[in-house]
């Protein structure tokens, strides 16, 4: 269990990115990480169709 909020925050995968840490785990895709980030969490994966 992490003591991190949720927030925008550097992919520890890949620091050149970040993604969104929601309090449990990584969600959505990355973006850079000079990028500024938009409010609140990503939108939600659709996925994929068949």
């Keep these: 269990m ?8 550097k992919d520890p995968a890949d620091p050149s990115t970040q993604r969104w840490w929601d309090g449990e785990g990584w969600l959505g895709q990355p973006i850079p990480a000079d990028q ?14 068949k």
């Excluded at 992490?2 to 925050?9: E, T």
């Excluded at 500024?36 to 169709?49: H, I, L, S, T």
């Design 2 to 9: 992490s003591s991190l909020p949720a927030g925008w925050y």
């Design 36 to 49: 500024v980030p938009p409010e609140g969490p990503p939108p939600a994966e659709e996925p994929p169709q």
